[in-house]
């Protein structure tokens, strides 16, 4: 495997469900982010991980839960969601957090909530 | 105002055409400018980055910044059927953990 991977890349669950999106890079970087891209809207940064802390939470409803392991992988937990959090997530890593650093992303999760 | 604003489109040239995508940013302190492409159903893949004011250039693609007027753009030369996409303009400010994107310019390039 290279780069940023993401599994499932397609997921289905009730809005009772409790379901757990994974992330996993093999580019030896320190940060991993956490975006959402709904249509017709800009990327929204989720949540920061760098060396395993979290450094930025953007104000996410508490129904997305992250949680980082180590620096190679990356997990978002997902319980009692609604329709509108139907989208695509998506998954990043940088070296590090400096602002100089360009991030890769994986191929994303396909979400829908039913 | 919005942080980081692209015309949504779409962009329409023919093939072998020089496509021309513009972004402006409302933060003065942004120091990186990243251009994202795309593909419809797919993830963003990084085309360039930029730093410093002026331009730079990797194959057909250039990007030129003016911090002044907080103006990024993206010229892809020789425009193919296969550089139509959405491309997103990214920014990021000194100091934050954050890259923040514009909604995206769809580009359709024509036979």
Known sequence: ?114 | QKEVEQNSGPLSVPEGAIASLNCTYSDRGSQSFFWYRQYSGKSPELIMFIYSNGDKEDGRFTAQLNKASQYVSLLIRDSQPSDSATYLCAVKTGGGNKLTFGTGTQLKVEL
């Open chain 1, 1 to 114: 495997e290279t780069g940023v991977t993401q599994t499932p890349r397609h997921l289905v669950m009730g809005m009772t469900n409790k379901k757990s999106l994974k992330c996993e890079q093999h580019l030896g970087h320190n940060a991993m982010y956490w975006y959402k891209q709904s249509a017709k809207k800009p990327l929204e940064l989720m949540f920061v991980y760098s060396l395993e802390e979290r450094v930025e939470n953007n104000s996410v409803p508490s129904r997305f839960s992250p949680e980082c392991p180590n620096s190679s992988h990356l997990f978002l937990h997902l319980h009692t969601l609604q329709p509108e959090d139907s989208a695509l997530y998506l998954c990043a890593s940088s070296q590090d957090v400096a602002v100089y650093n360009e991030q890769f992303f994986g191929p994303g999760t396909r979400l829908t909530v039913l």
